[in-house]
């Protein structure tokens, strides 16, 4: 969006506009932060269901709030403080009822181990199949984290918030941050050391071997799939791969992370979206 001598607006300015009650302005803003908002929620909650569910009460209380902003900090940081606030106060969710341990999650990836090829009805690309295990294992890993720690990690490692925003919107201290976020590493790290046979190739578990057992626990729909959206994302993730592979081991996870593609949100949610921004100005 440009401004009047043809200089790019940046987003403080685009939302005083908003503020001010420019719709162009308020639907620019919104449609800038929505995406982030969505990533991190989906990070957070592991279900796209869900994370749209939380995306949409999180921009709502951005956009029924946004006259309170005071420009005291950047809007997005604002903006990951009202996400922030939203999901650690939401209900638990799907994913979150079943109590999983860092522990528990390590032996479960022990087990269940298969060399057998999996028929699907319709077919579906085997590429795709390993997409969705590989997506849905390494977010689910998330789940161990307590919501706080989760936060902190999705915040720093995988949308690489610098640390004094970070702890800005999880409104602590920058030293608490980093410590939080430390802790959420090395739990992280350690699990995959241990298991994760993408970051650590010297472990047996694979994602297509794990591909029959998500079958038969219904994590893992070929009718359905709930991540892997992109056939030929899928066939080059083994050059991904092997990038991945060369960072020091501390890196390795939040790189892994980083690397799933993030499957945007319904056409009703896109509808939704028109809808409340229509509804407030």
């Known amino acids: 969006m440009r401004g009047r001598a043809g200089d790019e607006e940046t987003l403080e300015e685009r939302v005083r506009r908003a ?11 919104v449609r800038e932060i929505q995406p982030r908002m969505y990533g991190l929620a989906l ?3 592991w279900h796209p269901d869900d994370a749209q569910d ?9 956009v029924t709030k946004l006259g309170s902003f005071r420009g005291e900090s950047g809007f997005g940081t604002w903006a990951f403080q009202v996400a922030c606030n939203t999901l650690r106060t939401l209900r638990r969710q799907r994913m979150e009822r079943p109590e999983m341990s860092l522990e528990a999650f390590a032996a479960d990836l022990a087990t269940g181990l298969s060399d057998q090829p999996v028929a699907t009805t319709p077919p579906v690309e085997e590429s795709l199949l390993w997409e969705e295990v590989k997506i849905g294992c390494t977010t689910a890993m998330l789940l161990c984290l307590d919501r706080e720690h989760r936060l902190a990690y999705i915040l720093g490692e995988i949308l690489e918030l610098d640390h004094r ?14 410590q939080r976020l430390a802790r959420a590493r090395a739990a992280i790290v350690g699990l995959m050391k241990a298991r994760c046979g993408l970051a650590h190739p010297e472990n047996p578990c694979r994602c297509r071997r794990r591909v029959a057992t ?5 994590h893992l729909d070929p009718g359905r799939l709930l991540f892997a959206r992109s ?4 066939r080059r993730f083994p050059e991904v791969l092997e990038e991945i592979r060369r960072l020091e081991e501390m890196q390795r996870a939040a790189a892994l992370q980083r ?5 945007p949100p319904s056409q009703e949610f896109a509808e939704w979206l028109r809808r409340l921004i229509a509804g407030v100005v």
Request: charge should be negative.
């Open 259 to 263: 690397s799933h593609f993030t499957p």
């Open 43 to 45: 990070r957070f909650l």
């Open 231 to 234: 056939a030929e994302q899928a």
């Open 54 to 62: 939380a995306t949409q009460e999180i921009l709502v209380r951005i």
């Open 165 to 178: 925003t970070a702890a800005a919107a999880l409104e602590v201290t920058p030293d608490a941050y980093r």
């Open 19 to 29: 503020q001010a009650g420019d719709r162009a302005a308020l639907e620019s803003v």
């Open 214 to 218: 998500a079958m038969a626990r219904g």
